[in-house]
T-cell receptor, first 113, second 118 residues
Framework: SQKIEQNSEALNIQEGKTATLTCNYT??????LQWYRQDPGRGPVFLLL?????KEKRKERLKVTFDTTLKQSLFHITASQPADSATYLC????????????FGSGTQLTVLP | DAGVIQSPRHEVTEMGQEVTLRCKPI?????LFWYRQTMMRGLELLIY????????DSGMPEDRFSAKMPNASFSTLKIQPSEPRDSAVYFC????????????????FGPGTRLTVL
């Protein structure tokens, strides 16, 4: 069955450094992959989508890569700031469904001042 | 637009009681999703609707859970009777495939309802 794994549950980095979060998936070939941000006490908020034919996508300080051979997506935040501290979730379309998403468990990022 | 609206934000109830969670999706969105989030299991899809019709309820844990969408602007998730293991944060999300409504296929989440069953 479709499985999504995100790297360590928590990641601490120093302000100004680049944060790199990993999303691995198995038993599936998704047409796209999404990244969401979730702050405590709030619902997830969509950040970026990358399609299977795209290797890389950027949005301001965010960069996402998608390697369909490795079945992996990397999510980078450059010049990280304490305000970037949150949980980041990757999501893939659920196998066999056009609209359902399956979410990873998330990685909690803390940017230390 | 006010975004997805959920009520109540917090609910504390005793085991055996009926719980009803409410959701108002973003106007014009034709898909509505109910999720449950726990530390152990993460974010799980319970059920989703398209144009007010339930499409997939395979994520509903058992018959104690039911969901309805009587019109395009309102949905409920009911748990009866509630049990302590139902304690979680329940999210409602909406999306659309209509032209101009979401080229990224993103889902818009509400603030969630934190349910505690004692």
């Amino acid at each position: 069955s479709q499985k999504i794994e995100q790297n360590s549950e928590a990641l601490n980095i120093q302000e100004g450094k680049t944060a790199t979060l990993t999303c691995n998936y198995t038993n599936y070939s998704p047409a796209y992959l999404q990244w969401y941000r979730q702050d405590p006490g709030r619902g997830p908020v969509f950040l970026l989508l990358i399609r299977e034919n795209e290797k890389e996508k950027r949005k301001e300080r965010l960069k996402v890569t998608f390697d369909t051979t490795l079945k992996q997506s990397l999510f980078h935040i450059t010049a990280s700031q304490p305000a970037d501290s949150a949980t980041y979730l990757c999501a893939l379309p659920t196998s066999g469904s056009a609209r359902q998403l399956t979410f990873g468990s998330g990685t909690q990022l803390t940017v230390l001042p | 637009d006010a975004g997805v609206i959920q009520s109540p934000r917090h609910e504390v109830t005793e085991m055996g009681q009926e719980v009803t969670l409410r959701c108002k999706p973003i106007s014009g969105h034709d898909y509505l999703f109910w999720y449950r989030q726990t530390m152990m299991r993460g974010l799980e899809l319970l059920i989703y609707f398209n144009n007010n019709v339930p499409i997939d309820d395979s994520g509903m844990p058992e018959d104690r859970f039911s969901a309805k969408m009587p019109n395009a602007s309102f949905s409920t998730l009911k748990i009866q009777p509630s049990e302590p293991r139902d304690s979680a944060v329940y999210f409602c999300a909406s999306s659309t495939m209509r032209s101009g409504g979401g080229p990224n296929n993103e889902q818009f989440f509400g603030p969630g309802t934190r349910l505690t069953v004692l």
